[in-house]
């Protein structure tokens, strides 16, 4: 069968021939366990479910997980062992699972829920650059959107992840998740049900982006969005060969995005600390618990 799951319709059989994500029909994982380092309201005490899957359709050249974003590492499993897997972190007491980058593989993935659905919230985490049409397919299944919003301007896109429609195909799939779930719900002790959460990666030198993707959030999306300014970035995978992203964001750079995020007037969102600009946030990817 020939993928077109996402934006990049590479319209090939991945039987054959790997995709332009990288990989093949094959659903190919690095790691499989609670993670601690989501927002709290999806990594909470116990730990959100994630499965990293390896692959991706973007080709940012700053991916802390290039490791499996295009490195290719992971370890090929079956349709069947995936539904296990989300068993297996549902009894470990996960708060979700949690989808890392699940595009490349929604069709296998649908097939496991298939198999088993857990009774926890399913989260898809992804970089935002997501078809439509695949994503209308999850909408009996995802419970939470956690997604990134990277880029408002085409030659930005295209500089740090190759993808010029960035923009043009991101803020229809953010409207499409939202449009499946609207309301953002949180149990009693302050985890995520339902919702939506976007994400916004603040780059050095780049605090235009930042302001057109907050000024479009407030003019086209509901007022009760949540937003994640995300101050972590550290300059990894290629980074070297951009002079401005090479390094880690300014104290300075950080608190005028916040003066943005209060002038507009948002009122739901998360922060992060400058402190957490470090890899030691990264998740080790080791094949555990595949």
Not at 130 to 137: A, H, I, P, R, Y
Not at 191 to 216: A, C
Not at 261 to 288: A, R, T, V
């Amino acid at each position: 069968m020939v993928c077109n799951a996402c934006p990049r319709k590479c319209n090939i059989d991945r039987s054959e021939k790997a995709g332009f994500c990288g990989m093949s029909d094959k659903i190919k994982i690095a790691r499989a366990g609670l993670h601690f380092w989501e927002e709290p309201c999806i990594s909470g005490e116990k730990g959100s479910g994630t499965v990293f899957f390896s692959g991706c359709p973007l080709k940012c050249v700053y991916c802390q997980n290039e490791e499996i974003s295009s490195g290719g590492f992971g370890k090929e499993i079956t349709t069947e062992r995936l539904a296990e897997i989300f068993r297996e972190l549902e009894e470990k007491g996960a708060h979700n699972i949690n989808l890392v980058t699940p595009t490349h593989y929604s069709e296998q993935i649908l097939k496991a829920f298939e198999i088993y659905r857990p009774e926890i919230p399913i989260v898809y985490n992804c970089s935002g650059y997501e078809d439509v049409q695949t994503l209308k397919k999850f909408k009996d299944i995802v419970d939470i959107y956690l997604t990134d919003f990277k880029y408002f301007d085409s030659e930005v896109s295209e500089k740090y992840s190759k993808a010029k429609d960035y923009f043009e195909v991101t803020s229809k799939a953010v409207k499409e998740m939202i449009r499946q779930q609207p309301e953002n719900i949180f149990g009693e002790d302050g985890i995520m049900k339902k919702g939506v959460i976007i994400r916004h990666l603040v780059l050095p030198l780049n605090l235009t982006q930042t302001r057109k993707i907050l000024e479009w959030i407030k003019d086209n999306l509901p007022e009760n969005v949540i937003i994640s300014l995300m101050s972590q970035y550290v300059p990894m995978g290629r980074a070297c060969e951009h002079k401005e992203i090479n390094r880690k964001l300014t104290t300075r750079e950080y608190e005028k995005v916040l003066d943005m995020f209060d002038e507009l007037g948002f009122e739901n969102g998360f922060m992060q600390e400058l402190s957490s600009s470090k890899e030691d946030f990264i998740p080790p990817f080791n094949l555990e618990g595949v």
